[in-house]
């Protein structure tokens, strides 16, 4: 298991959480931002299925499970990482908002997502 992210120039290290992503807290909010983003674009330009928006909003919570777990475990956490840690959650919960908001398709049952 990788004690340094591996994104190149990054001697950030890696939280236990994130082992299997391989990533410091702030490359794995980076990564979560950018995400996001594509998903975004997703879910607001194509009436996407249920099967996807399921897979969407798991995503979203298995993300933002990782991210929280990492961001309060970790003793020293910088100011810059805090904030990015606060943008990657924020931009998992503007997702989750589209997703609920966005055109529904056919034999799409919103509601069934877990409590
Ligand atoms: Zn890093």
Redesign the pocket.
Known sequence: MPDR???PL???PVPSELGAEG??I???AQAIEDACAGLRRETAQTAIGPDRGRAIAEFITARGTLLARAATSSERISNDTKMRILNGLLCLMNLRENLDRRPQAPGDRRGSAPA
């Open positions: 992210c591996s994104i990054c001697k950030g990533l410091c702030s490359h794995f």
